[in-house]
């Protein structure tokens, strides 16, 4: 849908400058393409462990076409269209899923399965594994049970109380919802105390969330007012509202335009609108268009490169490969 512009009054009139980029990830879309095309191919009921990303309007839309969403496999009937979601899973679970014979799509971010296999990868070598990253995300979860153990670090100040077995035989990977400047003081630290610590190169952290990040940065300058759109548990979504705010301008985080308080726009010419990587565009307009009633506005978009990554999809969401039990 094309973005609609408002004119009136040119001195009444807001500016709304979107951030780019902004909203979904490479790897939210292949998760949502695999949950419709699983739909489609295996028809519902189709079941997700968790949410498949962190947006309510998202979870919702796909609950409404047959999507059942459970917190362990357990809960999951025997025979059923089984999706884990683009967080990624603890072998445990997966062993867990296996055993039962449940039909398998796995929508893990190929981001979040590049950490695992380096995870066991330093693992192999005898290393101790250090994870950045927020305690209880599912990412964490996930990864933390794709190794024998690990330590978890949430900020620069946890490394100097860890304890390790030999600081010479330490390895770190982070979570992918973290930027190369969400990790760059805890990595600094790490490798201050222990100075033979291996690790991935920062580019290997997520591109996505760096860039969106660094698009809301530039858009606080330019605004005054930031509203990023996403969910409250998205992480990468609260991170966006924060760096707004840390610029020091008014920054709220709101699921869609129902959110909206109209007293944020009273004295203000510019308002600048982003969205978390597990929010889709639709609700942007949304979000102009309810703008739209309170004040004449002019909409711009910030420059920037579009991303034009794309994740292939597992052979199980091209094709009817899955042999499906119904009751």
């Not at 001195?11 to 979107?18: A, D, E, P």
């Not at 952290?205 to 858009?219: D, F, G, P, S």
């Amino acid at each position: 849908m094309p973005l609609k512009m408002q004119h009136g009054n040119p001195s009444n009139t807001l500016r709304i400058v979107l951030a780019q980029p902004r909203g979904f990830c490479a790897g939210v879309h292949r998760a949502i393409e695999i949950v419709e095309r699983a739909l489609q191919i295996y028809g519902p009921p189709v079941y997700v462990r968790h949410e498949i990303v962190h947006n309510k309007w998202v979870v919702d839309d796909l609950r409404s076409k047959g999507v059942v969403f459970v917190g362990e496999v357990d809960e999951i009937p025997d025979g059923a269209i089984t999706i884990f979601s683009a967080h990624g899973i603890s072998e445990k679970v997966e062993v867990n899923a296996k055993s039962r014979d449940l039909p398998i799509i796995d929508a893990t971010c190929p981001l979040v399965t590049k950490v695992h296999r380096e995870a066991q990868r330093y693992e192999a070598e005898g290393r101790e594994i250090v994870l950045i990253g927020h305690e209880g995300h599912p990412e964490v979860e996930g990864t933390s049970g794709r190794v024998h153990g690990v330590l978890l670090v949430q900020r620069a100040s946890d490394v100097a109380a860890l304890k390790v077995r030999d600081p010479d035989k330490l390895a770190y990977v982070t979570q992918t919802t973290l930027s190369v400047d969400d990790t760059r003081d805890i990595i600094a630290a790490l490798r201050a105390r222990f100075p033979s610590i291996a690790g991935p190169e920062l580019r290997d952290i997520c591109y996505a969330t760096q860039n969106r990040q660094n698009a809301v940065r530039e858009l606080a300058k330019q605004v005054d007012l930031v509203l990023v759109i996403g969910s409250g548990n998205s992480s990468n979504s609260n991170r966006l509202r924060n760096l707004a705010a840390e610029i020091g301008v008014p920054a709220y985080l709101i699921d869609d335009a129902r959110g909206i308080q109209p007293q944020w726009f009273d004295n203000i010419s510019a308002v600048g609108i982003t969205a978390g990587a597990s929010a889709p565009e639709h609700l942007v307009q949304g979000v102009i268009d309810a703008i739209g009633t309170l004040r004449p506005t002019q909409l711009e978009t910030m420059p920037g490169e579009p991303e034009n990554t794309r994740f292939k999809l597992p052979p199980e969401a091209m094709e009817r490969r899955l042999k499906v039990v119904r009751d």
